[in-house]
Structures are given as structure tokens and as C-alpha cells.
């Protein structure tokens, strides 16, 4: 069964902003660290954010100050809100959740099916 939607992605110019959303199901919104992914073509997937239970977050410091995780417990919405975009972001971008918060994809348990982001220039 599908326990994380991601949505919000699309195309947008350099310099745009977008916001991610990732719907998930309310066990794993409460016991989890949730992180969100990306991966651009030929590239290996790479770590962006994590929230923890406590809502203490981190950030790859490449993308600090531009993008912000998020979460509504009312929702059990998980939110990348994502500023100042470049070419570079260009990616298909996966929620995930996991214990402890690890910066490498093989720490978590649960992925989203990704949300294509492309920025043009």
C-alpha cells in the first residue's frame, strides 16, 4: 500500500520557488525522521533535509538558506519549500522516512514515489 504521496512539483524559471508536499500515513508521520531526496539524471541520489520527531531539522549546507522542510501535524504533510531556484536543482525529489535521521538513502525505510522538479535558465 502507498504510504507517502509526494506533489508540488513542476517547471519553473530560474530564480522561482516551489513547494513540495508529501502526504503520509499518520503511524509513519509520528514515529519517523523524515528527509527528503533528490536525484538528477546520472547522479546518485542526494540527501537535502531532515525533520525530526521533535521538528529539529538539517540541512545540506549547499541548500541552506534557500530551501526549508517542514511539517504539518495536522496533515501528516511533510513541506520542502524551496527558494531562489537554479538549473542545478533540477531533480525528481523523494520523501523518505527513517530512524535516527541518516544523510544516506539506504538509512530509510519508506520513499515517496519523487516529484520532478526541473528549472530552466
Known amino acids: 500500500q502507498v504510504q507517502m504521496v509526494e506533489s508540488g512539483g513542476g517547471s519553473v524559471q530560474a530564480g522561482g520557488s516551489l513547494r513540495l508536499s508529501c502526504a503520509a500515513s499518520?503511524?509513519?508521520?509520528?514515529?519517523?525522521?523524515m528527509a527528503w531526496f533528490r536525484q538528477a539524471d546520472g547522479k546518485e541520489r542526494e540527501w537535502v533535509a531532515t525533520?525530526?520527531?521533535?521538528?529539529?531539522?538539517n540541512y545540506a549546507h549547499s541548500l541552506k538558506g534557500r530551501f526549508t522542510i517542514s511539517k504539518d501535524n495536522a496533515k501528516n504533510t511533510l513541506y520542502l519549500q524551496m527558494n531562489s531556484l537554479q538549473p542545478e536543482d533540477t531533480a525528481m525529489y523523494y520523501c523518505a522516512a527513517g530512524g535516527f535521521c541518516p544523510v544516506l538513502p539506504r538509512g530509510y525505510t519508506y520513499w515517496g514515489q519523487g516529484t520532478q522538479v526541473t528549472v530552466s535558465s
Open positions: 525533520i525530526d520527531t521533535h521538528d529539529s531539522t
Open positions: 499518520g503511524y509513519i508521520y509520528r514515529s519517523y525522521c
